[in-house]
């Protein structure tokens, strides 16, 4: 179940059209969906179906779904913000053969009209409605982000630090979660003596220095066809306080730890594996799992009710299924690390925010290409 056959699908194979236009077709007015996604749909016994599957069964499922040439190392996607998402090409069995499903988020005063449909399909995909509103920022491993003392209520989470030889340390977390280039960002580190817990303080670390945010990114007029989606992110790299940087650095030397490989690929990356995440405030890492992708989702970052765009993006959610939809994440938890459950040295990428079915993050190998263009840097290492 590849993530990245699930991009292909959308962005290059035969759904492309769907989620600009056609998609409008099945709706009642445009501006009742929030957000649209492709999953594979198994349940549980056809799930059975499958091999217990790892990320590090990547190539053989690949070739299964016909990726046209499979590089001899993983190569990088090669993303670039404001550019169509990239995929590897795809040849073989029809998608619809794998059971891959839209989902179309639907505006909750609106659902009543869409509760009761029969079951709809385009080109033998099935179509899905859910009721979810607009994703929020969840600014509410990671210690606790602030833009500033006055307001304690609002904060995110650091995801971990970009170490570069020539350039030092950088931390990294939402561009939501920064704000511009002209804040420092105080963090409220747990203070420790042994294992007595003598509370927390308020510091600053840094300044931040570079952002990529979604301010050119607002969503398009809900009654005309929508663009083709591009790479985008909300990130943001933390230039450390010289004191912040040679504590990390001798944090980092005396407990041995290096620097793991930077991230993990999409092509890596399959449905169903279980990740977690570890928010500010929250005492142990969450489970959750790679539900899907999401193709594009409005989002109001800022709290603000202005509309910004996310797309190509994983969508997250429960480990288990739920009786009570709602997302696994909750405010705070914007920023935080998307790591392996078993294995927490693999990178997946960063959390963004949640509507009340799924969490949304950018992946781990955008975020670290966009890094080492800022940082001037090729050979990163990034640590938690």
């Known amino acids: 179940m590849l993530i990245d056959y699930l991009r292909y699908v959308a962005f290059a194979g035969r759904l492309r059209s769907f989620f600009t236009e056609r998609y409008l077709e099945f709706v009642d007015e445009p501006s009742d969906v929030t957000g649209q996604h492709l999953r594979f749909s198994f349940d549980t016994s056809e799930r059975s179906l499958w091999p217990e599957y790892t990320r590090y069964d990547h190539q053989y499922v690949a070739l299964g779904f016909g990726v046209k040439q499979y590089p001899a190392h993983v190569q990088r996607s090669g993303f670039k913000l404001g550019s169509p998402p990239p995929t590897f090409p795809y040849t073989g069995q029809s998608p619809t053969k794998w059971g891959v499903e839209v989902l179309i988020d639907i505006v909750p005063d609106r659902w009543r009209g869409y509760s009761q449909r029969e079951e709809v399909s385009y080109e033998g995909f099935p179509i899905r409605f859910r009721p979810a509103g607009f994703a929020r920022g969840q600014v509410g491993s990671g210690e606790k982000l602030y833009t500033g003392a006055s307001d304690k209520s609002k904060f995110g989470t650091l995801c971990g630090f970009f170490s570069s030889v020539e350039s030092g340390s950088f931390g990294l977390t939402c561009g939501h979660v920064a704000g511009n280039k002209k804040v420092s960002l105080l963090a409220d580190r747990r203070r420790k003596f042994w294992k007595f817990d003598l509370g927390s303080a308020m510091e600053p670390i840094g300044h931040t220095a570079y952002i990529a945010d979604l301010s050119e990114f607002r969503t398009a007029s809900a009654r005309q066809p929508r663009s083709l989606v591009t790479s985008r992110l909300d990130a943001a790299l933390i230039a450390l306080d010289p004191q912040i940087s ?139």
């Open 246 to 384: 040679a504590e990390i650095r001798t944090r980092r030397e005396a407990s041995g730890a290096i620097g793991f490989p930077p991230c993990v690929s999409v092509l890596e990356m399959l449905q169903e594996t279980k990740v977690g995440f570890r928010g500010a405030g929250r005492p142990s890492p969450t489970a959750a799992r790679i539900s899907g992708v999401t193709v594009w989702k409005s989002i109001d970052l800022y709290g603000d009710g202005v509309m910004h765009e996310i797309g190509d993006v994983l969508m997250i959610g429960h480990p288990r299924k739920t009786y009570l939809s709602r997302s696994v994440s909750r405010p705070g938890d914007s920023g935080s690390a998307i790591m392996g459950w078993e294995n927490d040295a693999d990178w997946y990428g960063m959390l963004l925010g949640a509507d009340e079915e799924a969490t949304y993050a950018s992946y781990a190998e955008q975020i670290w290409d966009w890094a080492a263009i800022q940082i001037s840097d090729q050979y990163l290492d990034f640590y938690i």
